[in-house]
């Protein structure tokens, strides 16, 4: 995993259960770090942790005003891994698909003259 790899940090950010919850909870709004942290029972330095996970693989934004800071889910975070996960569903249907016209015994050139 890179840092040119968004797909790979998106899924090393939210292979931790409590990083899809942080990602879920400030989804619907921005949350102060504080607020984020009493929703787990877990230290603010844990939370602070995974928020740092989450907002270096791009899928948190983080503003401050004063002296708190003010974190926002970002969507177009996931948009690498959705591309990977959509080519690797293509890639699936079409394996299926093939796997089925060849136990019907059709051959690629019968499927493209009726398709």
């Given amino acids: 995993m890179t840092e040119h790899d968004p797909a790979g940090q998106a899924l090393h950010a939210l292979v931790e259960p409590r990083r899809r919850a942080i990602l879920r909870l400030v989804a619907r709004e921005e949350l ?10 877990v ?8 928020l740092t996970v989450l907002k270096h ?3 948190l ?9 003010l974190y ?11 591309a990977f996960l959509d080519e690797m569903w293509s890639d699936a249907l079409d394996t299926a698909r093939r796997l089925v016209e060849a136990d019907r015994g ?4 019968e499927v493209n003259r009726a398709g």
């Fill in 32 to 41: 102060a770090a504080g607020e984020i942290a009493a929703a787990f029972e």
């Fill in 43 to 50: 230290s603010r330095t844990a939370v602070s942790q995974h």
């Fill in 57 to 59: 693989a791009g899928l």
């Fill in 61 to 69: 934004t983080e503003r401050r005003v004063g002296t708190r800071r």
């Fill in 72 to 82: 926002r889910a970002r969507p177009e975070g996931l948009a690498g891994l959705r």
């Fill in 106 to 109: 059709l051959s690629d050139e």
